[in-house]
């Protein structure tokens, strides 16, 4: 094996804790919410006008697609995180080391599906107590788990630009 392969195929474990601090970062944010905000018309407004914390409850996906909260809507998602979080597990598994962004990237995604998949589990929908606005305007409210999603797309992105402009492995 040479020097080039002895990071290729080896598995990072530090990612796969990493990625189980995010799960119980977000459990205990929620946790936290749970009791603390629920019945749902309480908020604590942390910047007035801006920014608070409400309980909100999501059976569907991002900015509540899906959420007709029927039994099969809910299984569906709980089986299609499930399998999500496998393969992002697995990729992340077999991600060469010298692919430090994308392994970060497969980190916050994995992190993010294992969150909202327990609150499937647990609550039947997903807990959610974010919650932007301005004026009129009133972004969707969402949570850490979310959070770790969206930062793990957005390097997901930038990942695969970078890859596309650096020259392949054949060519070096």
């Known amino acids: 094996m040479g020097a080039s392969d002895a990071g290729r195929r080896e598995p990072s474990y530090r990612h796969f804790l990493v990625a189980g601090g995010l799960v119980?970062?977000?459990?205990?944010?929620?946790?936290?919410?749970?009791?603390?905000?629920?019945p749902t018309d309480t908020i604590i407004r942390v910047i007035p006008g801006c920014f608070q914390l409400r309980y909100a409850e999501n059976p569907g996906i991002a900015f509540s697609l899906l959420d007709s909260g029927t039994p099969?809507?809910?299984?569906?998602?709980l089986v299609v995180a499930i399998c999500a979080a496998v393969g992002v597990g697995?990729?992340?598994w077999w991600?060469?080391?010298d692919r430090r962004l994308l392994r970060w990237t497969l980190t916050c995604l994995l992190g993010g599906i294992l969150g909202n998949a327990i609150d499937r589990v647990v609550h039947g929908a997903v807990i959610d107590f974010l919650d932007f606005h301005w004026g009129?305007?009133?972004?969707?409210?969402?949570?850490?788990a979310?959070?770790?999603?969206?930062?793990?797309a957005v390097m997901l992105a930038l990942d695969t630009f970078s890859e596309l402009w650096?020259?392949?492995?054949t060519e070096t």
């Open 166 to 169: 650096r020259p392949s492995r």
């Open 90 to 92: 697995l990729y992340l």
């Open 24 to 38: 119980v970062l977000d459990q205990a944010s929620k946790l936290w919410v749970y009791w603390a905000l629920r």
């Open 95 to 97: 991600t060469p080391g």
């Open 72 to 77: 099969a809507m809910r299984l569906t998602l």
């Open 146 to 152: 979310d959070s770790c999603i969206t930062v793990g």
């Open 136 to 144: 009129a305007w009133h972004f969707p409210t969402f949570n850490l």
